[in-house]
Structures are given as structure tokens and as C-alpha cells.
């Protein structure tokens, strides 16, 4: 019997795939309301590109980048999330952080389904962790995954909150903030923080979430 393989393109969306999130039903598997991120691979790198250097360039000297993103299996090969950083920021990764999810949902005959995604730590020379024994933190941080009704991918609290603790940072922000799940951490921590988000519900629901109310949003693409 006859078949043939099917490929899909590096900016087909997952629904289109055959697969959808765990969550609300895979309800971002063809998208955000408001925008779409599945853009040809080429133009997503250029769009993180983009990002990590305006986010380093708003860094004080002793900042730090905590940029979360999961290795991916495109066109039979792995794409890191180091390959999303631009070639001037690559001498000043300081360090790599493994996220271990409770399981995944990436399932596929082509590769085993991750249940990682990594945090890479794009610091200034200054940059240092709070004190020796922050350190102890190690570089695998293992928090479960938070089931939402609002979004099929939810952002543990947890997880920034380690990078919260862990630094003596004053001032916090979250480029995505989603739900507001890194400035929840901050505020639990007293610490400054304020976010960005395109999409106005999840605005409405961080602002909510931080008992404060929706004080302006302004649709922008990033």
C-alpha cells in the first residue's frame, strides 16, 4: 500500500497540524486574536532578533534577560532557543536554565515529546545573583504546569518568581506578560515590576489578578 508523507512548513499553525494544546481545548492552536506568531522561521528569528536587542538595550548595567522559549523540531532538525539570539548578545549568555514541565503536548512520530523548555540568561557583566546561596537554586528548575481556562498555556507564578528570589533586582519587565504571573511574583517579593501585553483580555485579567484596575492599553505589536 501506497502513502505519502506529509510536511508541514515551519509557519503552519498547529491546529493545521493535526495537534493542539492540552488546555481550553488547543485554543491558541491557530493563533492569538489579535496577532499570530506563526510567521515563516526566518522572519520569527528576525522578529526575536529584534526584541532581545531592544530588551538589552533597556537594561541597567547589572540587568539580566531571562528569555524563555522551547527548543523546537522544524524541516527534521532542532532549533534552540540559542539560535533566536542575536550574534553580538551570544558572548554574554551567562548561563542556561532547563525548565522541567510536568510531561508536555507535543506529541509527534518524528520525535519525542519534550517536556522541557529553557531559559537562557542574557546578563551585563555586573549582573550577579543575590548571594552564595542563591546559587543553591542549581540551574534545573522542575515546576508543573498551571491548568487555566483562559489560555491553553498558562505561565506558573512559580517560575519567575525563582528568578524574582534568586536576584536583587528592583525593577521587573515582562515584555509578554500574559496573565501577569512575572509581576505577581515581583509584587509577592516587593519588588517593581510592569508589563506589556497585545492582547487586551489577558490585560484585563492580569490587572485583575493584581487587584488593580486597567488603568490604559494600547494595542501595539511588539
Known sequence: MAYQRTHYSPDTPLGSRGGVGKWSGGALAYGYESFTDALPHDEYVEL?????????????????????HKPRVLGGRVVLPVDYLPAELRPF???????????????SPSFYCPTHERILIVAKPDFRLRDKGASGQGDVWEVNQEPDPFHPAPFP????????????????????????????AAK???????GIEIEEKYCEIA?????QEVLQFEGMRP
Do not use: H
Open 48 to 68: 526575536q532578533n529584534e526584541l532581545l536587542r531592544l530588551y538589552w538595550g533597556a537594561l541597567s548595567d547589572d540587568g539580566a534577560i531571562f528569555y524563555n
Open 93 to 107: 549568555l551567562r548561563q542556561e536554565v532547563i525548565w522541567r514541565r510536568a510531561g508536555g503536548m507535543n506529541f
Open 207 to 211: 490587572a485583575k489578578r493584581l487587584s
Open 188 to 194: 509577592a517579593r516587593a519588588r517593581e515590576a510592569f
Open 157 to 184: 507564578e512559580e517560575l519567575p518568581g525563582f528568578a524574582v528570589e534568586t536576584t536583587t533586582a528592583k525593577v521587573i519587565c515582562d515584555p509578554m506578560c500574559v496573565q501577569g504571573a512575572t509581576l505577581r
